[in-house]
């Protein structure tokens, strides 16, 4: 398997779950605002927020891992000391 290929999966699989976990914080942030009772639902709130952060931060990680510059491709040039 090449290295693009393996690459693009890896890429693909991490923002499908960047998705996922996005999606899950916004169910929860819609049940506490939707909820009816006496505590008002606080418990969603919390598993809004730390989701919300999760997403965030695995989506900062997916896209510093994306832009990263690739080592491989690096051009060294040297110069021969004069005598």
């Known amino acids: 398997m090449s290295y693009a290929r393996k690459n693009s ?3 693909t699989g991490s923002i499908v779950g960047v998705i996922v976990v996005a999606a899950i914080a916004i169910w929860q942030f819609y049940l506490f605002v939707t909820f009816k009772g006496l505590q008002g639902g606080t418990t969603h709130l919390w598993w809004a927020i730390a989701m919300g ?4 931060s695995a989506a900062f990680l997916v896209f510093s891992i994306f832009v990263r510059h690739d080592t491989d491709d690096d051009l060294h040039i040297t110069s021969t000391r004069r005598a």
């Open 9 to 11: 999966r890896n890429v």
């Open 53 to 56: 952060v999760l997403a965030c």
